[in-house]
């Protein structure tokens, strides 16, 4: 028997962003996007007037921001599942999300495959066990900890470089022996998933923290690094830099534990 597909409403000011979101989306042959909105009021209407399963909500929208939307859904008698997106991984903002009802926090940008398996374990046909929950929970908070760290580093988060070092540190936060084989495993792994090359991952990576350094807080950035530097060149290597910050959020987490 063919299972139902998971609805899905869009709520995203940006065009052409949520053009690329349902394309993606309705490419899955699980998902079904049954709708789209492009500010607060117009979500709100959507998610009264369609069917749906999960509503991915930007948490910066014009007329009502996500915030609002959250604070109004809960007046509903039914309704659908939340997914927040933002370009901001902010602790506070998180937290009054999920206090409001949001199910999952992502931040922007982020990898279009883990957004459509995130939204297969929040509302998909098989039900979401203690266990998965909370390993979904650690990996929301090890996602929002390392874009904090590479926004307080002033890397723009538009930069390729800044996407692809997010990865970078999360692949090595998951398995730390990547970071011996960074130009075996890693760039190569990175590049396949953004459709891009390994030497261009490593460029863009360079090029990110190269900004960082000249634009950047330096003692922030010193006391994230501490003594991981290049003396010749006074900045970080790709690898130093990846290897520091995993280290930093995989003992940050074992604390918080």
């Known amino acids: 028997m063919k299972s139902r597909k998971i609805k899905v409403g869009l709520a995203e000011d940006n065009l052409e962003f949520c053009q690329i979101l349902q394309e993606f989306l309705e490419s899955n042959g699980e998902i079904e996007v049954v709708g789209a909105a492009h ?22 929208m014009p007329k009502i921001d996500g915030i ?7 007046n509903l008698k039914s309704r659908p599942k939340v997914i927040i997106f933002s370009a901001f991984g902010h602790e506070e903002m998180t937290r ?31 039900s979401i066990t203690p266990i998965v929950k909370a390993r979904i929970n650690r990996e929301m908070e090890v996602e929002k900890d390392i874009s904090n760290i590479l926004q307080k580093l002033q890397i723009p988060p538009h930069f390729k470089g800044y996407s692809y070092l997010r990865k970078a540190i999360l ?6 022996s990547m970071v ?16 891009s090359t390994r030497h261009r991952v490593e460029r863009s990576m360079r090029f990110a923290i190269e900004t960082a350094w000249s634009r950047g807080d330096v003692e922030y950035l010193h006391q994230v ?33």
């Open 39 to 60: 500010d607060g009021v117009k979500a709100l209407e959507m998610v009264r007037i369609i069917p749906m399963d999960i509503l991915l909500l930007d948490m910066i």
């Open 68 to 74: 609002g939307v959250l604070e109004r859904l809960r």
């Open 96 to 126: 009054k999300a999920v206090e409001l009802g949001a199910d999952y926090f992502i931040v922007k940008p982020f990898d279009l495959e883990i957004l459509a398996q995130r939204i297969k374990e929040t509302c998909g046909q098989k």
């Open 171 to 176: 692949l090595c936060i998951q398995d730390p």
């Open 180 to 195: 011996n084989e960074v130009t075996k495993r890693l760039y190569p792994q990175i590049a396949e998933e953004y459709n």
């Open 225 to 257: 690094m501490g003594y991981a530097i290049d003396e010749k060149k006074g900045k970080p290597t790709n690898v130093s830099f990846i290897a520091k910050i995993a280290d930093r959020i995989r003992l940050e987490s074992k604390f918080k534990a």
